[in-house]
């Protein structure tokens, strides 16, 4: 089938609200040497999708912008230099720039691996960013050992459901965080005890936990550094504010925000996992691309189960 010259995209051309998402025509594009063209069948929405549209990322990505980083989908066509994908593959991985919500967009060769056989494209989006980054804090952060203890703040979120059943997987006891309808859901992934964020800590957890993973991030996570013991450390996967004095009186370490690269190794490794049924992969809700403004709100309400996805095709 003879490629078409424009495709359908969500593109924006000044920050905002929802509101200035507009589905537009616009060309197919091009590959170079190391790109493949894939046909998006599916795009994962992460949290960075609409901090990127409201401005809260400043002015660092160009615009006009079109969204979406996580995609799954078919090899249309591969770039001179690509050896290991050829059309007709289906993929998964993560965009180099952006540009998921269209019909098609080039990735870079080695961001992308065949897509896991057990699972659909919806699920495949569903697990490029949020995987990498759940094991990267986990195991190449956090050393997260067998027999160790993690609390998991926003447990049931993109990420935090995918580390709840890696940390599981690895032997590690689990405490997840959410709100209190998630509850139930966390205990279905694997927890071994659940917190209600919005009550105070129970008897038993403070000061009993190696590693805190905090997916949440923002001016309210002081109450994490009461759950570790001496020597522990909180692993953020998303911005924070956490009180720096209380922190060294406690003898804890407090990271960085970490961003791991996307590959073909990493990507194969989870491919495997979910293969292997050690990790599934929950989706809160899917939208068409048409109403990619719809699931940027759903991102914004930091109520989804899982993840958000837009189909595109």
């Not at 998303?238 to 003898?251: Q, V």
């Not at 989870?270 to 719809?294: H, R, Y």
């Amino acid at each position: 089938m003879e490629l078409p010259r424009t495709m359908k995209a969500i593109r924006f051309h000044n920050h905002g609200g929802p509101e200035v998402l507009r589905l537009e025509e616009l060309p197919v594009p091009k590959t170079s040497e190391r790109e493949v063209l894939v046909r998006v069948h599916a795009v994962g929405v992460n949290p960075g999708d609409w901090q990127i549209r409201s401005g809260f990322a400043g002015d660092r990505f160009e615009l006009p912008y079109i969204p979406g980083w996580d995609v799954s989908g078919v090899v249309e066509s591969v770039g001179d230099s690509v050896i290991n994908l050829r059309p007709g593959d289906k993929v998964f991985g993560m965009t180099a720039n952006s540009g998921g919500c269209a019909e098609y967009v080039t990735v870079p060769f080695d961001q992308l691996a065949l897509k896991p056989r057990s699972i659909d494209f919806i699920e495949a989006s569903a697990l490029p960013q949020s995987g990498v980054a759940a094991w990267h804090s986990l195991f190449e952060q956090g050393k997260l050992e067998a027999g160790q203890t993690l609390l998991i703040n926003g447990a049931a979120g993109g990420i935090g459901h995918i580390a709840v059943q890696l940390a599981r997987w690895k032997g590690a006891s689990v405490i997840g965080t959410a709100s209190p309808h998630k509850e139930s859901f966390l205990h279905e992934l694997g927890v071994d005890a659940f917190v209600d964020y919005t009550t105070d800590l129970p008897a038993g957890i403070g000061r009993s936990v190696d590693i805190v993973l905090d997916t949440v991030g923002g001016d309210k996570g002081d109450w994490l550094l009461d759950t570790l013991k001496p020597g522990g450390c909180l692993i953020p996967t998303a911005w924070g504010r956490y009180a720096s004095e209380k922190a060294t009186k406690a003898s804890i370490t407090v990271q960085e925000v970490q961003f791991a690269p996307v590959t073909t190794s990493n990507l194969a490794e989870l491919a495997q996992l979910v293969n292997n049924g050690k990790i599934k992969i929950a989706i809160d809700s899917v939208f068409p691309l048409e109403e990619t403004a719809k699931a940027h709100i759903r991102s914004e309400s930091r109520r989804a189960r899982g993840k958000i996805v837009i189909q595109v095709q």
